[in-house]
């Protein structure tokens, strides 16, 4: 256990300074054009569901499952009082968990720590798993752990780095399109069962509140992150 845990913690070599900019261009063209959004918004829909499966767990909550959809949507369902701060907290969790968690795997890709953060995604991804209830979300997360698997034991650490940067900037980028997307969804009436305006009904606060809140809290992560990857 010992050795694992050297293993695991275990600092990488900062990258060469142009690293950081190349990989924050990539993952931001990745989220700005509309075909490899598409393609890759259901990872962002991953971390989406995660947080609003944690928070229930957090706030003891039953959490009866969770469904990841072929069109990059996705369900958490969860049971206990229809009202109140833990369903409130679970409502809130699931716009906010792509930024905070790119923002925490920021800070470990600062530190050089890309073997915790990669073996961390993996236990994240093992815990949703346990937890979901379609065939499509089973396959998409079995395909994204085994591609973080296969990284992690065969890929060099050169390149080991470089994957995991654009993954941080791509959550980071990644928490802030869904938001612009929830509003303009809102204003054309499409999105009455969002969760911004779940809360709405949940509290005394509007639903554009929520979304304001919520673009905060994402615009703020990208700052952060940017901030702690810094080579300068």
């Known amino acids: ?76 369902l969860t049971r206990g009082r229809p009202n109140g701060p833990g369903m409130v907290l679970t409502a809130l969790a699931g716009y906010l968990a792509p930024s905070l968690l790119g923002l925490a795997a920021a800070w470990l890709t600062e530190q050089g720590r890309i073997t915790l953060l990669m073996w961390s995604v993996l236990l994240f991804l093992v815990c949703m798993l346990l937890l979901i209830r379609n065939l499509y979300g089973a396959l998409i997360l079995l395909a994204t752990g085994g591609a973080v698997f296969a990284l992690s034991m065969y890929a060099p650490s050169q390149v080991q780095q470089a994957v995991a940067m ?49 673009l905060v809290v994402a615009c703020a992560s990208v700052a952060a992150g940017a901030y702690l990857m810094n080579p300068l």
Do not use: C, N
Not at 25 to 47: C, D, E, H, K, N
Not at 48 to 68: P, S, W
Not at 184 to 204: E, G, I, P
């Open 1 to 76: 256990m010992d050795e694992l845990w050297a293993h695991l913690i275990k600092a990488q070599p900062d990258p060469a300074p142009w690293v950081v900019p190349a990989t924050a261009l990539a993952a931001l063209a990745i989220v700005s054009f509309r075909t490899s959004w598409q393609l890759s918004r259901g990872l962002v829909t991953i971390a989406h569901e995660g947080g609003h499966a944690l928070m229930a767990l957090l706030t003891r909550r039953k959490l009866e499952g969770i469904r990841l959809h072929s069109d990059t949507s996705g369900v958490t």
């Open 166 to 214: 654009v993954a941080v900037w791509f959550l980071l980028f990644g928490g802030v399109r869904p938001i612009i997307e929830l509003q303009r969804k809102r204003r054309l009436r499409q999105a009455r069962d969002s969760d911004a305006d779940q809360l709405a009904r949940l509290t005394f606060l509007p639903g554009g509140f929520y979304v304001f809140f919520f």
